[in-house]
């Protein structure tokens, strides 16, 4: 039992990060572009986060500086894959190798000559449910994770099925010419959906570096980005069904490390164990992907015949 | 009193003129033809005015004010609503949903507030559509009505309706042209691009009729007739190949039994199909398109394996043969798409020797004399306007198609399939096609037309057979076939016996 309970706590927390850039990228997708910054934007916003937050020795300016960068990075991936209609791999993976050199380069420069990598005092974790059986240790979690399990993953549900703006951003996925012909600017919404998607995909990376480790390393997203994309499409790109994926993926990864730590002697290496969970999103993907609905509109720029 | 003016309306694409100088005026509460063959500048012309395409010069007025349109919003905004021929709908969102895109009021989208107004908006329109259901599941005659309450709840008081009638069987032309004369009588105005004389004849108040880009002439339709009309069209009297000899039906060459095949989604596309075609005969398929006539067309050329049922060819049972293997066995298939069945970066000759590369290998090297020699013969008698070293991608709609007929035609297939053969060509083009499946028939080949096309059916078939659902409702001899008989077939609502 406390097994269980201590390892649906640490499934909450690995799976936080994932979450936040799964749902930002289910927006990238659903408005119909592929963006595989994702990876970059993760540690870019990690980097970004965690330098801020040593600058100005607060976290929340960290973490908003580190936003604000994703959003950027946002801008920049709707400049190339909308604006001037590059092919959405080729300007996803150069923003992924763009962000990720840029950020090694600074931490470089900033932190280069050090013996022991830099660390900050990361986020508290807060414990609201003290001296209720189970749920004190379930709660136990930062403010972050409750904030995308209980805030943003509703939010950006009722955003995307219950709004004007959600409704134009499905269908812009779908079928760019009947946006269009609506008199709506399928360019305006594009860009208002990689924006968020930035914004939420930087958040996911500054979540390691502010919460989870309070350092910076350069394994610190190690996939977690393209993890992300796989979920998005085992979820079928509903914010729901996302975190559904993140939280199978969190629980593997909280498994694995419980696995490791009880020093069983098995036959087998322990990096088996470190791949179990990227195992167990493709097994997922390749059983719920065969029949994913892909945004048909998905990888096409928009351009009037 | 005009509700909309357009003057002098120039649009160049490249080196391609496709409006030129062109005059267009709209009466209120007129029901106003845009006439003209593939080509003529007509939906060009009506993306101008829905703002989808700038014009590089002249004016428009909207009752009698001067406006620019930039965007389709502008034209929402005075009152312009356009249906184009590719639904501009999107089929996972719900008709309510589809209605209000971009129209509705406020940041929130209150789900039952939006159905009642668009069932409200429905009702008032004539236009009866349950608001919750999913674009996609909806047919291509809903599809069109949503597309129409689309453009009324968005106040428009003129309509634009680019070849409304392409997708849509008889019974569904008659059930639009009544909706649209009762939406005349109060007072919305309506242009209605086509090629169809006799849908110029039914419904519309005047014409303007487009040749190459140029406004011909604007008449009333009262005082004038289809010969007329014909002739300003195509600037030529012709009226299309025919057959004119009856069959001399010979043995059979190709038999289906009970063929059913599932399309790429897995659904059912073919349910046991028994066809048989014959020596010296045309065999055509009408039917409303994706009904199964691209998967019968794939089954029959070895491109889909069917799940039951046997293929015989000259008695010899070749279910699930490769494409090389019908082909050797005198199946010969024009392809349905024309940019599937050509190379476009390699050469005309290149592209005629595709599917017999052996003949022109000489010592393990292909003859390049040899192919260029050969494609100088075809290019010859099938009278195709290119040089054998061209590009095939350069080559226009109606030359492609004569490659093609001319690669497959020219091995003197025992059995042509011919799916969709003349589909966006124009009548030269269209007329030649039809006159070289006619030359097939008389040299004694069994040739399975496929076409959407009802004119083109009853012109070239010796019998037809009426595909639904993936069935053959119905094989009806030419001679008892008519538009209505086949319109009711096509639309599920009647069958006849099947004899194979």
Excluded: C
């Amino acid at each position: 039992m406390e097994f269980i309970v201590s390892l649906l706590t640490a499934t909450l927390r690995v799976a936080t990060s994932i979450l936040l850039a799964a749902i930002g990228e289910t927006y990238a997708e659903r408005a119909g572009v592929l963006n595989l910054g994702i990876e970059g934007t993760m540690f870019f916003g990690a980097f970004v986060g965690f330098y801020v937050a040593d600058l100005t020795g607060s976290l929340w300016i960290g973490l908003a500086v580190a936003v604000l960068s994703g959003i950027i990075a946002g801008l920049l991936m709707a400049l190339f894959s909308v604006t001037l209609g590059v092919n959405q791999h080729v300007s996803g993976l150069g923003l992924t190798l763009l962000l990720s050199g840029l950020a090694l380069f600074a931490f470089r420069l900033k932190y280069g000559g050090r013996s022991t990598p830099p660390s900050i005092e990361p986020f508290p974790l807060l414990s609201p449910f003290r001296g209720i059986p189970i749920l004190e240790t379930l709660g136990e979690q930062y403010l972050l994770t409750y904030i995308t399990f209980l805030v943003i993953v509703p939010l950006a549900w009722w955003l995307l099925y219950h709004t004007d703006f959600g409704l134009k951003v499905r269908a812009v996925g779908e079928n760019p010419e009947a946006v269009d012909a609506a008199g709506v600017d399928v360019y305006r919404i594009r860009y208002l959906a990689l924006v968020i998607a930035g914004g939420l995909m930087a958040a996911g990376g500054a979540f390691l570096s502010l919460a989870q480790l309070g350092a910076f390393t350069h394994g610190i997203v190690s996939g977690r980005g393209w993890v992300a994309i796989a979920l998005v499409i085992f979820g079928n790109w509903d914010p729901f069904k996302v975190t559904l994926g993140s939280l199978i993926f969190g629980g593997t990864f909280a498994l694995q490390l419980r696995l490791q730590a009880m020093g069983l002697q098995l036959p087998i290496p322990y990096e088996t164990f470190l791949a179990l969970p990227y195992l167990v999103t493709i097994a997922a993907l390749v059983i719920a992907g065969r029949n994913a609905a892909y945004p048909a509109a998905l990888l096409k720029p928009y351009r009037r015949e | 009193m005009k509700i909309i003016e357009m003057r002098g309306i120039t649009k160049r694409f490249a080196s391609l003129v496709a409006n030129d100088h062109v005059d267009f005026d709209l009466e209120r509460g007129e029901i106003h033809a845009l006439l003209g063959e593939n080509g003529a500048g007509k939906t060009t012309l009506m993306r101008i005015l829905y703002g989808l395409y700038r014009p590089d010069e002249g004016e428009i007025r909207v009752e009698g004010r001067p406006v620019t349109i930039h965007a389709p919003k502008d034209a929402i905004a005075l009152g312009i609503g356009m249906v184009t021929q590719h639904f501009a709908l999107v089929p996972t969102l719900t008709v309510a949903e589809n209605v209000v895109l971009g129209f509705n009021e406020g940041f929130r989208l209150d789900r039952q507030r939006i159905a009642e107004e668009v069932a409200e908006a429905a009702r008032r329109f004539g236009l009866e559509i349950d608001p919750a259901v999913q674009v996609g599941h909806l047919s291509v005659g809903q599809r069109q009505r949503v597309e129409i309450l689309k453009a009324l709840y968005r106040h428009a008081r003129v309509l634009i309706l680019d070849e409304p009638t392409a997708v849509l069987t008889p019974q569904e032309v008659e059930a639009l042209f009544a909706t649209l004369r009762r939406l005349q009588h109060e007072g919305l105005s309506v242009i209605f691009i086509t090629h169809k004389l006799a849908e110029v004849m039914a419904i519309t108040d005047r014409v303007t009729v487009l040749r190459d880009g140029k406004a011909i002439a604007t008449v009333r339709t009262a005082s004038t007739n289809e010969e007329a009309l014909a002739r300003m069209m195509v600037g030529r009297e012709s009226f299309g190949v025919r057959r004119e000899t009856s069959a001399r039906r010979g043995e059979p060459l190709l038999r289906m039994e009970g063929i059913s095949a599932v399309d790429d989604r897995g659904l059912p596309a073919l349910k046991r199909v028994s066809l048989t075609i014959h020596s010296g005969e045309i065999l055509g398929i009408a039917g409303v398109g994706g009904n199964g006539q691209h998967e019968l067309a794939e089954v029959l050329s070895g491109l889909r394996r069917p799940t039951e049922g046997r293929l015989l060819v000259e008695g010899r049972d070749m279910t699930g043969a490769s494409p090389a293997e019908l082909n050797a066995a005198g199946v010969g298939r024009i392809p349905e798409d024309r940019h599937e069945g050509i190379v476009g970066e390699l050469s005309v000759a290149d592209n005629m020797a595709l599917e017999t590369l052996p003949r022109f290998v000489k010592k393990g090297r292909l003859d390049r004399q040899a192919i260029i020699a050969h494609a100088r013969r075809l290019i010859e008698q099938f009278q195709i306007k290119a040089r054998p070293t061209d590009r095939a991608k350069t080559l226009s709609g109606g030359n492609m198609q004569k490659l093609l007929l001319a690669r497959v035609l020219s091995r003197k297939p025992k059995v042509v399939i011919a799916p969709q053969p003349t589909r966006g060509l124009d009548i030269g083009a269209t007329d030649y096609v039809r006159s070289q499946l006619l030359a097939q028939r008389e040299r004694g080949a069994g040739v399975l037309l496929i076409s959407e096309d009802l004119d083109e059916i009853l012109a070239l078939s010796d019998r037809i057979a009426v595909i639904y659902e993936g069935e053959i409702v119905g094989i009806l001899p030419a001679q008892e076939a008519d538009v209505e008989r086949l319109g009711l077939m096509m639309a599920g609502a009647a069958r006849e016996e099947v004899l194979p």
